[in-house]
């Protein structure tokens, strides 16, 4: 059973646009939650992190919100730029060694 | 700053044989994981390391045994390889528990 899920296979968005890329997962007692990039053919790439202290982080262009009550993560990025291209995978995790990931949001954004 | 390394990046293997996959990391990192990536199922653990010499069971271990002799190497083994294992496979290591990780660029098996 599926604990991180992203609903969102795929998500186009003009340049300049905000892009928003959700998550929702299953376990209340989840405490640490990345977002990681990925191009084809590459590793993920780190991108952002919360924890449940916080409801809210911001590292630039990238903002991760967290709504614990709704068990519910989304990452915004504004402006969306072209390189921005790439699968979004949000993951979750108790300890913050076993991370669960979500299945990923391929996000396009058109020039 | 070749960071996390994975070799091979592409193998495969027939049913039964067996394999060992090599993760090196220069961050000095303690924490080093193992991940398969499947379609539809986006990443999931295999087992993990916190430290030189130690291991432990993630989501899917069944059909994996792993070493960390070095703290700078994280080895995975298929013992006798199943068509089941035929994913891509990511290598990840941490400065610790909750941090971002650094993933290498991945090993892409196939089982035949």
């Known amino acids: 059973d599926q604990q991180v899920k992203q609903n969102s296979p795929s998500l186009s968005v003009q340049e300049g646009r905000i892009s928003i890329l959700n998550c929702d997962y299953t376990n209340s007692m989840f405490d640490y939650f990345l977002w990681y990039k990925k191009y084809p053919a590459e590793g993920p790439t780190f991108l952002i992190s919360?924890?449940?202290?916080?409801d809210k982080n911001e590292d630039g262009r990238f903002t991760v919100f967290l709504n614990k009550s709704a068990k519910h993560l989304s990452l915004h990025i504004v402006p969306s730029q072209p390189g921005d291209s790439a699968v979004y995978f949000c993951?979750?995790?108790?300890?913050?060694?076993?991370?669960?990931f979500g299945t990923g949001t391929s996000l396009t954004v058109i020039p | 700053n070749a960071g996390v390394t994975q070799t091979p990046k592409f193998r495969v293997l027939k049913t039964g044989q067996s394999m060992t996959l090599l993760c090196a990391q220069d961050?000095?990192?303690?924490?080093m994981y193992w991940y398969r990536q499947d379609p539809g199922m986006g990443l999931r653990l295999i087992h993990y390391s916190v430290g030189e010499g130690t291991t432990a069971k993630g989501e899917v271990p069944d059909g994996y045994n792993v070493s960390r002799l070095k703290k700078q190497n994280f080895l995975l083994g298929l013992e006798s390889a199943a068509p089941s294992q035929t994913s891509v496979y990511f290598c990840a290591s941490s400065y610790r528990a909750g941090y971002g990780y650094t993933f290498g660029s991945g090993t892409r098996l196939t089982v035949v």
């Open positions: 919360i924890s449940s202290i916080k």
């Open positions: 961050m000095n990192h303690e924490y």
């Open positions: 993951a979750a995790s108790l300890t913050g060694n076993q991370f669960y």
